[in-house]
């Protein structure tokens, strides 16, 4: 609530002190004093009944809040909240450009900036569920591929380190696909590619991570069993090299040798000059041993698929 003014004018004065004869006219003047007290006290029980009345029922500011207004005024505002960094606030004008003016052109866009002012402001799950409602009630709007692409950012920007649940990387994959799906030839699906590659990546990093504790405890299978996971699902990650360099680790530890020649080969075909490669040689190199192809392997398909 805003303070009332000073009232203009007012002034304080200085009071004199009171003689003998001044105390006698007090004495005199003491029922009318008394009158004095009663009013200024039931003044002071009004205002407390205004102040009670004022809690229950509000002041009036939400009642002037929620004013009717042209659409121009609230959209407007709303967008000058956004571009100052007053996000929620700004959503809230959005969403009031929809209640008054509900079947107005500024209406539907004033759904998806909704959707935006809650993105902007980190509050992922109100925008995720602001742009489900725009691309529910708008399928075939020529904004929906950024309602699409807007969706898509809210769960990427909740990506968490490999060390967590990767619920929402998941989600981001999905979305970012939906993305690439439905409008594949737009600027939008570009970017899309790009973050769906760097989810996998995400996705691979975390079964990569979850291979070496199991290998560390030397429980093979279960890490073989991550590491053949990256190779299958995530073909185009930057872990894929790792993944064959572990499994001949692990192969090896097994005493399953032509699968770790194997895992070594493919690995030597596909990444020549990489590090990776040089370890599993060096290993293969101390047991008397060399990468060699199998065509038994489960490997085997994996043999060109880089080239």
Request: hydrophobic share 35%.
């Amino acid at each position: 609530m805003r303070p009332y003014p000073h009232p203009e004018g007012q002034e304080l004065h200085m009071v004199a002190a009171k003689t003998p004869n001044d105390r006698a006219g007090s004495a005199r003047n003491a029922p009318g004093r008394l009158t004095r007290h009663l009013c200024l006290l039931l003044c002071l029980t009004v205002l407390a009944g205004c102040d009670t009345m004022k809690t229950i029922f509000g002041t009036g500011e939400e009642e002037h809040k929620h004013a009717e207004r042209s659409v121009e005024e609230i959209y407007n505002n709303a967008m000058d909240l956004l571009q100052t960094g007053w996000y929620e606030t700004a959503a809230k004008e959005f969403d009031e450009v929809e209640r008054q003016h509900p079947y107005s052109v500024w209406a539907t866009k004033a759904q998806l900036m909704a959707g935006y002012s809650h993105y902007k402001d980190g509050r992922y799950d109100e925008a995720i569920i602001s742009l489900d409602r725009f691309i529910e009630l708008h399928p075939g709007n020529r904004d929906a591929p950024y309602a699409y692409y807007l969706k898509a950012l809210s769960y990427y920007e909740q990506i968490s380190d490999v060390g967590r649940d990767q619920k929402m990387t998941r989600l981001a994959l999905d979305a970012m696909r939906e993305v690439v799906r439905r409008f594949p030839n737009s600027s939008y699906a570009r970017d899309a590619r790009l973050k769906l590659e760097l989810s996998q990546d995400h996705l691979a990093g975390k079964d990569m991570a979850i291979g070496r504790y199991y290998q560390r405890r030397t429980d093979y299978l279960a890490a073989i069993n991550r590491y053949r996971a990256v190779i299958e699902r995530y073909q185009t990650t930057t872990h894929v090299p790792e993944a064959l360099h572990r499994l001949t680790e692990c192969y090896l530890a097994l005493g399953i040798t032509d699968e770790a020649q194997m895992s070594a080969a493919v690995l030597g075909h596909n990444f020549p000059g990489s590090q990776w490669y040089e370890d599993s040689y060096a290993m293969l190199d101390n047991r008397n041993l060399r990468p060699q192809r199998k065509e038994s392997s489960w490997l085997s398909w994996m043999w060109d698929w880089a080239t």
